[in-house]
């Protein structure tokens, strides 16, 4: 059984957020036990399993973080597409449909090599800064905001300095009521490549600081385009890996668009009959 390990949001090998991805053969999904065994074995922040639909059209498409199974992810279905396209399954300039645990997602690779994909916007609702929080992250929280079905939290930091200068007690984090923390931030240069700078972490879902999160960038884009009054934005990841991810908000959609590279193709040994 064929898996890749592709590098998400970023034009060069080792930057971004890498991902597995295995196009599976056959109809049915493999045992969940044993595509929870491969994601943990692999300890990325995602491990993509896609097959095809062929009654429906389109494709279905899991993944699973080194703990559990997640609702949605961007980075590991931008690495899918991007795989899809390798192989020829998918083609430029037209919409791809999978079917997932968040409803049906589009993506569709361009003629210059990047790939838009089509999501559910999550806008964040202003909520109560949880009490240790502040602790945890090391700095002072400005604002926090609940991300609906995400089921993270967002939380305003003071400057991009202050975000990118993070050194968390993410065992701290990880014994907090939420699921992840995405902090943010404006770009201290208005006039640069990008409008704010953000960082994740999930360490009680697996992922202690994820590279770069296109499904935190459906709660992001809405808050800074409200705030900058602006639809279309960059923003940049600013993990030790980094990367970037333009954002479009339409209405309750948004569009996020990236690149990727492929830095390993393998084998994987198939899950055992019976």
Do not use: K
Not at 36 to 51: G, M
Not at 82 to 99: I, K, M, N, P, T
């Amino acid at each position: 059984m064929r898996i890749r390990i592709v590098d998400a949001f970023t034009d060069r090998p080792f930057a971004g957020n890498p991902a597995a991805v295995c196009v599976l053969d056959g109809p049915e999904w493999p045992e969940e036990r044993w595509m929870r065994r491969v994601a943990a074995e692999l300890n990325l922040s995602e491990t993509a399993y896609v097959r095809r639909l062929a009654a429906e059209g389109g494709w279905a498409l899991r993944w699973f973080t080194p703990t559990e199974e997640a609702a949605l992810c961007g980075h590991a279905t931008l690495a899918t597409v991007h795989a899809l396209r390798a192989d020829g399954l998918v083609a430029d300039g037209e919409w791809a449909r999978f079917a997932t645990m968040s409803g049906e997602l589009l993506a569709r690779p361009e003629a210059d090599g990047s790939i838009t994909l089509d999501f559910p916007a999550n806008p964040p609702q202003a909520t109560e800064t949880p009490a240790g929080l502040a602790e945890a992250l090391g700095a002072e929280v400005l604002a926090a905001y609940g991300t609906g079905e995400l089921g993270d939290l967002l939380v305003v930091l003071r400057s991009e300095h202050t975000v990118r200068g993070l050194r968390p007690d993410l065992t701290a984090i990880a014994n907090l009521p939420i699921r992840g923390v995405i902090a943010t931030a404006a770009a201290d240069d208005p006039a640069g490549p990008y409008e704010f700078v953000s960082r994740f972490f999930g360490p009680a879902c697996g992922i202690p600081e994820d590279p770069v999160t296109g499904s935190a960038h459906t709660a992001l884009a809405p808050y800074w385009a409200e705030r900058l009054g602006r639809t279309e934005l960059t923003g940049y990841q600013a993990s030790p890996r980094g990367g970037s991810v333009r954002c479009e908000l339409n209405a309750d959609r948004v569009l996020l668009s990236g690149r990727a590279v492929t830095v390993l193709d393998g084998a994987l040994t198939p899950p055992a009959a019976g």
